[in-house]
């Protein structure tokens, strides 16, 4: 039937095709707008409920463990080793910390130094596993457990490099809820720059998603920028003032796979007289650092983090940890995200600017602990 009618009435028909899109563009636009609203509500809200494990080996004892930092100038990474710290003196066990000051090589020296203290567990912080695959060879061939914090793009076990955990939120679910809000807050019309580092799998990976989210939902990528998360310092001011003149007031979003890109970028704003709040607004998938929570509260060149519990997820890694000891699987626990904006920065430590939910997994951990 549908056939015959195309034959006879092509002309009707032509003429339905070319005045369809208008209801039809503005209805799909408002559905993205609602399906975007509801995954940044979703993540937006207080978390006040454990839903990790309840069960597990108890503490295992006099363990010493190294915190192998990829950079400590990097506020996730700093978040993690603080975290594991913290929930090291609860287990009974001594931390020795390592910062491979954000270089390859600083990596290597530091995974050297590390295997030199045989240790009875070693926490990869904040850097891509394959760079350091000989590395990890040699902690596998002496039986020493290994943990880690966004080492690749793959939560939990990696046979392949012999991570026991790999330590992280969903870094899917964190790409497509900053993307989100960043289409939502420019009412389906946004004109967004991402921010990566290639260095990192994981880095790509959340860029990647981030780009396939705004250009599903309707919005347009200005640019793909890849520049060395280490070299933010040196690298934001200029390529910040260089963007500007590039796009103007077309780049109304800026997302990033870290906060830590945001750092340096607003003297070249305020440079180009722009105000704390205008566009380009700064959207962050990742991680919730300090100063990014200072930058949202005093509303001055970043509006969103989409930040990771980090003190948790570095109890969490001692827990993984004191699993491998034990000869215990590891837990299956993806820890939560959270959407953080002026409106609820003071949720879930919030004063103490971070993510740290209201969940009581402290007291949870040291139930399983024994402790």
Do not use: C
């Amino acid at each position: 039937m549908q056939r015959r009618t195309f034959l006879k009435s092509s002309v009707a028909l032509m003429t339905i095709a070319i005045a369809a899109p208008v209801p039809f563009a503005g209805q799909a636009r408002a559905d993205a707008m609602a399906d975007a609203m509801a995954v940044v509500e979703k993540y937006a809200q207080k978390v006040t409920a454990w839903d990790g494990p309840t069960t597990g080996p108890k503490a295992q004892p006099g363990k010493t463990i190294v915190v192998l930092a990829g950079d400590l100038k990097n506020g996730g990474i700093l978040g993690v080793t603080t975290g594991v710290e913290e929930a090291a003196k609860a287990i009974g066990w001594e931390v020795k910390v390592i910062d491979g000051a954000g270089s390859i090589g600083g990596r290597t020296a530091a995974f050297g130094q590390a295997m030199a203290l045989k240790p009875n567990g070693i926490v990869i912080n904040g850097f891509d596993a394959i760079e350091q695959a000989p590395a990890l060879e040699q902690a596998k061939a002496a039986g020493i457990p290994l943990v880690s914090w966004h080492a690749g793009p793959v939560i939990g076990p990696d046979e392949k490099s012999g991570v026991f955990a790999n330590v992280s939120t969903d870094a899917m679910q964190v790409s497509t809820a900053a993307a989100d809000w960043a289409y939502a807050d420019a009412k389906g019309k946004p004109g967004v720059v991402i921010f990566t580092d290639s260095t990192y799998a994981i880095a790509i990976a959340k860029a990647d998603k981030m780009k396939a989210e705004i250009e599903r939902l309707g919005g347009k990528v200005l640019e793909y920028v890849d520049t060395p998360i280490a070299e933010t310092s040196q690298r934001m001011p200029q390529l910040t003032t260089s963007l500007l003149q590039k796009y103007g007031d077309a780049w109304t979003h800026s997302l990033a796979i870290n906060d830590l890109y945001f750092d340096f970028m607003g003297p070249s704003l305020a440079a180009a007289g722009k105000a704390g709040t205008d566009a380009p607004i700064n959207v962050a998938a990742g991680d919730g650092s300090e100063s990014a929570y200072q930058r949202i509260r005093a509303g001055q060149f970043q509006k969103v983090t989409v930040a990771e519990p980090l003190n948790l997820q570095g109890w969490q890694l001692v827990d993984e940890l004191n699993r491998a000891i034990a000869g215990e699987k590891w837990s299956g626990y993806l820890s939560p995200l959270h959407v953080v904006t002026a409106d609820n920065v003071e949720f879930d430590g919030g004063p103490k600017n971070a993510f740290d939910p209201d969940n009581g997994y402290r007291d949870q951990y040291k139930k399983i602990w024994g402790k």
